[in-house]
């Protein structure tokens, strides 16, 4: 039973306008969460993350919205660059346990 | 920035051989945590340790052990390699067991053949 879920394994948007990643979680334990980038080869890069008790952190161009109700939250980078080309991988842990559970991740391919 | 080296980062190994990766966390970082990818899929929590001792454990075979020395730095050893065992292997470490996000390090890509 995977807790985290990414539904889109790839998303492709124009230069300049925005990209919208979405994951979804199962675990009502969760309390912190965090988006990493990751180019092949390379290890996952840390973006941004979020707290359960807030619904929105902002770092730049990048945001990611909290919505507890639904179990759901999403990256939003605006403008898209052509180098924000990556998987980006969701990933989730709780206060009592620090293993982060990952989602499957979604390749954003960002157009020039 | 420094960041979390691991070695080596590519190893080949044959089926019952063994392993050892070693990870070096950021410094002043107390915490790793080892994760495993196997191709096409997400990264799997093995296991983590905090000053020195095991935090948690998850999905990490019995033929597998680590531990975290007194300069922080951690090993993972594999023992009775197997074909599925063939995956990419993170290491990430934080500033405190308490400290949520985790930097990871480049990986180790082990193929048993």
């Known amino acids: 039973d995977q807790q985290v879920k990414q539904n889109s394994p790839s998303l492709s948007v124009q230069e300049g306008r925005i990209s919208i990643l979405n994951c979804d979680y199962t675990?009502?334990?969760?309390?912190?969460f965090l988006w990493y980038k990751k180019y092949p080869a390379e290890g996952p890069t840390f973006l941004i993350s979020?707290?359960?008790?807030?619904d929105k952190n902002e770092d730049g161009r990048f945001t990611v919205f909290l919505n507890k109700s639904a179990k759901h939250l999403s990256l939003h980078i605006v403008p898209s660059q052509p180098g924000d080309s990556a998987v980006y991988f969701c990933a989730a842990g709780s206060g009592s346990a620090r293993q982060l559970t990952f989602g499957s991740g979604t390749q954003l391919t960002v157009l020039p | 920035a420094a960041g979390v080296i691991q070695s080596p980062r590519h190893l080949i190994k044959e089926k019952r051989e063994t392993a050892t990766l070693k990870c070096y966390p950021i410094p002043r970082h107390d915490t790793v945590y080892w994760y495993q990818q196997g191709p096409g899929q997400d990264p799997q929590f093995l296991i983590s340790f905090y000053e020195k001792m095991q935090s948690d454990k998850g999905s990490i075979p019995d033929r597998f052990s680590a531990q975290q020395f007194s300069d922080y730095h951690s090993e993972l050893n594999m023992s009775s390699l197997e074909l599925g065992d063939s995956a990419l292997y993170f290491c990430?470490?934080?500033?405190?067991?308490?400290?949520?996000?985790?930097?990871f390090g480049p990986g180790t890509r082990l193929l048993v053949l």
């Open positions: 990430a470490s934080s500033q405190t067991v308490y400290q949520e996000t985790q930097y």
């Open positions: 979020i707290s359960s008790i807030k």
């Open positions: 675990n009502s334990m969760f309390d912190y």
